[in-house]
């Protein structure tokens, strides 16, 4: 599966983003799908996750009622709602996707085998 993240830009803290990640192929709904995100001269860190059905979600303690991940299957698309944003979420922003079949909401990066290119995400404040 191929994956295409969109939506970063520049925004004022307090401020949303909504990010997508369109996938290619027909088999969308056979991967969960996470975002994560890697800050200037940090290591790359989870950031949410979503099952196939949509149904479970898991997030980093870091956002959780800011954030809101949710997918359209029908539109082989993930999505990251970004809320009450604030300058240390400022990062570039990843979509990845790993089979349901091999795990069901992993946080961690090397269990994802498909990654979508960044797309930057800057909270001014």
């Known amino acids: 599966v191929q994956l295409q993240a969109s939506g970063g830009g520049l925004v004022q803290a307090g401020g949303s983003l909504r990010l997508s990640c369109a996938a290619s192929?027909?088999?969308?709904?056979?991967?969960?799908m996470g975002w994560f995100h890697q800050a200037p001269w940090k290591e790359r860190e989870f950031v949410a996750a979503i099952s196939w059905s949509g149904s479970s979600t898991t997030y980093v303690d870091s956002v959780k009622g800011r954030f809101t991940i949710s997918r359209d299957n029908a539109k082989n698309t993930v999505y990251l709602q970004m809320n009450s944003l604030k300058p240390e979420d400022t990062a570039v922003y990843s979509c990845a996707a790993v089979s349901r079949y091999h795990y069901a909401l992993p946080a961690e990066d090397y269990k994802y085998d498909y990654w979508g290119q960044g797309t930057l995400v800057t909270v001014s404040s």
């Open positions: 192929g027909r088999t969308f709904s056979s991967y969960v």
